[in-house]
């Protein structure tokens, strides 16, 4: 009797279950295909500039990320991204304990600078524990002592058409996504004068109280305390101030942003 | 807006055509929900399931979670990765300790027929292959809509005391809650009068989504961003650090994928068309038996 009556049900079902399934899928293909439309990617990356407005409206000038005490430091600080740089010029650079390295600061400067290590570790220093937040959603906790970035712009002395900073590494990393060419494999990065002049953002030469290690960057890396990982490039070898950053390298500013990550990192 | 009785207009009820408007008639349609409340909850149901899955995109680029401001990479609360096993991979769930053999779904999945370390299926994110920055477009995106849409259904709805009136329980009908509960797992539900006010259940599972849940993911994602730490950093002292903040985020979502499978699961036995109806024109039908 129950079967008799549930005879006619049961097809009927099973095509509703089926027309959702086929309507799942073809929703989730459609939402691939529109991914890679750059269109609707410019759509979808308004709200990560409605973000950075709204984050800078927040944030203020001046305000400082979290501190932490020495006991929270992280036995272990993963290192991500290149940890051991093989370009030539750098292990030649490493080879000698990065005595012949120079920063070199250029671009919309008045006056060019060239600076050893020993010159940045005679400059005022500033020392934080702060935690470290990568993009893929882990944390990590260290201490890092550098340089303000603001006290090396202004020995250089910023031209005011300058807007952003950028930061030119000595380390290739290859994803593979973007071919071979040594210009979109070299990891750079940028920010703008807001987050230049924060007294967080130092360029760092030690870590927890040591000298900064190769996986961590070394002689020199970025510490941007109120951004995501990506934008702390390691292995500093020029800063360059800008106009726009459209020329560089694939135009999005970093490298991770010419691979889509956002520009703006703190969200 | 419950519990609005109208005058059937001909357009939906064409066969008390004719009546004059102060004879008594036993109405029939209800008016059920108000336009915003149905506006806002379409866009609360897309935004959701954007976020769920463009989340679980997120998710996979380091799928574990942690108690506390920092990652103990050796010691996660909850982690899905994928395991040598005998015969290749196995995708093994992890959770407060115990190891739960999750192949085939969690930790290990079929992709367009090979077999993938993978935390989450690639039919159940966006986009459906691995790709994290992609993943963050659109999980922001919503997000933004997300918040917006839920503050309009917010001011609304103290504003017009649809909280009030509608989602608070009187105490005589927490008291019977017992008999509620017992009700709905007959699957008998209210019909007539009594099917014109949320019934109790429903008031304390939605209030429990409106006032808890989505505040908790919304305010755990925020504590997330290094941004809003440095503006709001009394979001990490209450959430116990960002990684645990991260874990809330994933539990509050987990409660909110439970509470949706429950109401659907509702929707459909309680008379889906009349539900469905009245949660897009608004009309609900006192005389429909429940299916």
């Keep these: 009797m129950r079967n008799v009556s549930m005879k006619p049900k049961a097809p009927h079902r099973r095509g509703f279950l089926s027309a959702a399934l086929s309507f799942f899928a073809l929703s989730l293909s459609a939402c691939d295909r529109l991914s890679s439309e750059p269109r609707a990617r410019s759509v979808l ?21 979290p501190e932490y005490g020495e ?134 030469y030690e870590m927890n109280g040591k000298k900064l290690d190769i996986a961590h960057g070394a002689p020199l890396r970025l510490r941007l305390e109120r951004q995501l990982g990506y934008k702390m490039a390691k292995y500093v070898m020029r800063i360059e101030l800008v106009r726009s950053f459209a020329g560089l390298h694939g135009g999005k500013g970093g ?3 010419d691979r889509g990550y956002e520009w703006y990192a703190g969200i | 807006m419950l519990a609005r009785e109208m005058t059937p207009s001909p357009a939906v009820a064409p066969e008390t055509r004719g009546l004059a408007q102060d004879e008594p008639v036993e109405a029939r349609w209800l008016r059920r929900h108000s336009g915003l409340v149905r506006f806002t909850h379409w866009v609360n149901a897309l935004c959701f399931i954007f976020l769920l899955m463009s989340g679980l995109q997120i998710f996979n680029a380091h799928p574990a979670l942690y108690v506390g401001a920092q990652s103990e990479f050796e010691h996660p609360t909850i982690s899905i990765t994928a395991k040598r096993a005998d015969h290749g991979i196995k995708g093994e769930t992890m959770i407060f300790g115990h190891a739960i053999d999750t192949t085939g779904v969690l930790g290990v999945s079929t992709t367009g027929g090979q077999v993938t370390p993978r935390a ?18 659109w999980h922001f995106f919503f997000a933004w809509m997300l918040v917006l849409n839920g503050l309009a259904y917010l001011v609304f ?10 989602l608070l329980p009187s105490t005589a009908e927490l008291r019977h809650i017992g008999a509620d509960i017992v009700a709905h797992l007959r699957l008998r539900f209210p019909r007539g009068e009594a099917a014109k006010r ?48 991260r874990l809330i985020h994933f539990l509050a979502t987990c409660g909110l ?20 109806r009245s949660m897009v024109t608004g009309w609900y039908d006192l005389r429909t038996e429940p299916r």
């Excluded at chain 1, 407005?53 to 000038?61: C, F, H, I, N």
Aim: hydrophobic share 45%; glycine share 6%.
């Design chain 2, 198 to 245: 949320y019934n109790v259940l429903q008031q304390l599972a939605y209030l429990a989504v409106v006032f808890v849940l989505f505040p908790l993911v919304v305010l755990t994602g925020l504590t997330m961003s290094p941004g809003i730490d440095t503006a709001v950093p009394q979001l990490l002292s209450l959430f116990g650090g960002r990684q645990t903040a």
């Design chain 1, 71 to 204: 006991t929270d430091i992280s036995p272990v600080f993963r290192a991500n991204g290149s940890t051991d740089p093989q370009d030539d010029e750098y292990l030649d650079l490493a080879d000698r304990e990065f005595a012949d390295w120079k920063l070199k600061v250029d671009g919309l400067v008045e006056h060019e600078l060239s600076l050893s290590l020993d010159d940045l570790r005679a400059l005022p220093a500033r020392t934080q524990i702060t935690r470290h937040d990568c993009v893929e959603g882990w944390s990590c906790i260290g201490k890092w002592t550098g340089v303000p970035l603001a006290e090396i712009l202004s020995r250089a002395g910023v031209k005011s058409q300058a807007r952003y900073v950028v930061f030119h590494c000595a380390d290739t990393l290859n994803d593979g996504s973007l071919g071979d060419d040594p210009e979109s494999i070299r990891y750079y990065e940028s920010i703008d004068l807001a987050d230049a002049a924060h007294p967080q953002t130092i360029l760092a």
């Design chain 2, 157 to 166: 709805g103290f504003a017009s005391r649809h909280f009030r009136r509608d």
């Design chain 2, 257 to 276: 994928v439970t509470f949706v499978i429950v109401h659907l699961a509702m929707v459909l036995v309680s008379g889906v068309w009349n539900n469905i």
């Design chain 2, 120 to 137: 989450f299926p690639s039919w159940s994110t966006i986009p459906s292959y691995q790709d994290l920055a992609t993943g963050r477009l």
């Design chain 1, 255 to 257: 490298y991770w942003e």
């Design chain 1, 45 to 65: 990356d308004a709200a990560s500039s409605l973000s950075y407005r709204v984050q800078r409206l927040l944030l203020g000038a001046h305000r400082l990320a």
